[in-house]
C-alpha cells in the first residue's frame, strides 16, 4: 500500500526528497531540468550570487553555471547584475508565485483574516488548502515570541496523521481514501504521543468529523499543542482549514476561547471563498 502522505522515521525537520516525501534520491548525473532548479534555489537560499558562488553551491561546472544562468536570464527567471557580476531571481518567478497563491486563493483578504488572528490569539497561525489528496500549508503568520511548527512553511504536507490540519483533512476522506494516502499502520511516531495505530486514528477522526474542529497535544513536536477548523463549501465540501499552534501552557484557561476565535476567522475565510467578500 502506497505511503505517500507519512514520512518514516521521527524527525519532523529530517532532508526529504522533492515531492516531500523520504529521503532525497541519489542522483549522480542530474538532467537539464534539475541543474537549472538547483541554481535558481542556489539564488533563492543565498540571494545574488557570482557564477563561482553558484558552483559552489550546486557542484556544478563553472562553465555549466553560465550557459544555464543565461538560459535563465533569456526568460526572466534571473536577471544578470552585470556591474555586481552577480545574478539574482528574475521577474518570472515573482508571476508564477503570484499565479501559484491566486490559484490556491491566498488573496489579501485572507491573508488579513489570518494576520489579525495571529495579532488576536499571539499564536502562529496557518491557512491550509485541500488540493486532491494533499492538505497543504499556503500561508503562515507567526512572530518571534510564538514561532510556527518547523518545517510548516508554505508547501508543507507531510504525515498527516501527526498534524491538526492534516488530521482535518483525513476526517473528511472516507477509509479506502485514508488507507490510499496513509497506508495500512502502523503509522510513524514523531514524538511519543503521535497516534501510530490505525484503528484509534480512525476513532479520533470520527470525533474530529462530528465536532468540526481537531486538536492534536504533542503529536508533532513534543511541548505544543495545534487546532485547525475547515473552510467549506456552500455545499459543505471540504476545501481547506485554518490552525494554529503554541506552547502546551500559552492554551492554559482559554483553550475554549481560542478555538472560538478559530471557528469564527475560519467561519469568515469560508464566506471569503464562497461569496468573494470578507
Not at 525537520?13 to 541543474?35: I, Q, S, V, W
Not at 482535518?168 to 472516507?174: E, F, I, V
Not at 490510499?180 to 514524538?191: I, K, S, V
Request: charged fraction near 20%; include cysteine.
Amino acid at each position: 500500500m502506497s505511503q505517500s502522505g507519512v514520512v518514516s522515521g521521527g524527525d519532523p525537520n529530517a532532508e526529504r526528497g522533492p515531492d516531500g516525501f523520504g529521503p532525497p534520491p541519489r542522483d549522480p548525473k542530474p538532467g537539464p531540468l534539475k541543474r537549472a532548479v538547483a541554481v535558481i534555489d542556489a539564488i533563492a537560499a543565498h540571494g545574488s550570487s557570482t557564477a563561482k558562488e553558484l558552483s559552489e553551491h550546486t557542484g556544478l561546472p563553472l562553465p555549466t553555471v553560465y550557459r544555464i544562468a543565461n538560459e535563465l536570464c533569456g526568460v526572466d527567471y534571473l536577471v544578470h547584475l552585470r556591474s555586481e557580476k552577480r545574478f539574482a531571481l528574475g521577474y518570472a518567478l515573482h508571476d508564477l508565485a503570484v499565479r501559484l497563491h491566486d490559484d490556491l486563493g491566498v488573496v489579501p483578504q485572507v491573508r488579513r483574516e489570518i494576520a489579525a488572528l495571529q495579532q488576536t490569539t499571539g499564536m502562529a497561525t496557518y491557512l491550509a488548502i485541500h488540493r486532491g489528496m494533499d492538505f497543504v500549508i499556503v500561508h503562515v503568520v507567526d512572530s518571534p515570541a510564538c514561532r510556527r511548527l518547523r518545517p510548516m512553511t508554505f508547501g508543507f504536507r507531510e504525515n498527516p496523521h501527526a498534524t491538526a490540519f492534516g488530521k482535518l483533512g483525513l476526517s473528511d476522506l472516507d477509509p479506502a481514501a485514508r488507507r490510499e494516502l496513509l497506508g495500512d499502520g502502523p503509522f510513524p511516531a514523531l514524538t511519543p504521543h503521535t497516534l501510530t495505530d490505525p484503528d484509534e486514528l480512525a476513532a479520533e477522526l470520527d470525533s474530529i468529523g462530528a465536532d468540526g474542529v481537531a486538536w492534536e497535544t504533542e503529536e508533532f513536536t513534543v511541548g505544543t499543542r495545534c487546532a485547525a477548523v475547515p473552510l467549506r463549501t456552500e455545499l459543505g465540501t471540504l476545501i481547506g482549514s485554518v490552525a494554529l499552534s503554541a506552547p502546551v501552557a500559552a492554551y492554559a484557561g482559554r483553550t475554549t476561547h481560542v478555538e472560538h476565535l478559530l471557528r469564527a476567522t475560519a467561519a469568515r475565510v469560508s464566506r471569503f471563498y464562497r461569496l468573494g467578500t470578507p
